[in-house]
């Protein structure tokens, strides 16, 4: 499958999790904006992958970013960051979403485990309630977080960064 081919609807999503499903194949789902995708984003994803079969990335859209990141952000329109986030060989599906939370992606595609990375933990997660009521877990992956898009942002932004 190519790279843009993995970006999907939720709906186009929900029907291959149908066949997974009926396959024995277990789905993690990872959300974030990927904003400037850097290394800890790769190990997040990565670690994900490892937790399941298949790796669903839902990826906040520009709109859900400046609500939750402030009006400068994102640095990356949303299509283009699907597509990275789609071209890592750890991805198997992409989701654009609006909303503030994946709760309703949630909802859908009902994954065998929510995977945040490691400024949460499994009980803090906050979707983790609509996971664990319907028999999901939560996880955790990823390297601590020594790398952040609004570090490396600044970084990139000081005339004295070379």
């Not at 992958?49 to 790796?55: F, I």
């Not at 499994?122 to 664990?132: A, F, K, L, N, Y």
Request: net charge neutral.
């Amino acid at each position: 499958m190519s790279t843009l081919e993995k970006i999907q609807s939720l709906k186009q999503v929900a029907e291959a999790r149908v066949r997974w499903k009926q396959e024995g194949r277990t789905v993690a789902l990872a959300n974030g904006v990927f904003d400037l995708l850097h290394v800890g984003h790769v190990r997040y994803l990565e670690g994900a992958r490892e937790l399941a079969d298949v790796l669903v990335v839902a990826v906040n859209s520009d709109a859900s970013t400046r609500a939750y990141k402030g009006p400068g952000r994102p640095h990356i329109p949303e299509n283009e960051r699907a597509e990275l986030v789609a071209a890592l060989a750890c991805t198997d599906r992409v989701i654009v979403f609006d909303e503030p939370n994946v709760r309703g992606i949630i909802r859908v595609l009902r994954p065998d485990v929510h995977v945040k990375g490691t400024d949460y933990t499994p009980d803090s997660i906050p979707e983790g309630d609509e996971v664990r009521a319907y028999g999901g877990r939560t996880a955790v992956s990823g390297d601590p977080k020594n790398h952040s898009t609004t570090e490396l942002a600044r970084r990139l932004g000081r005339e004295d960064a070379k």
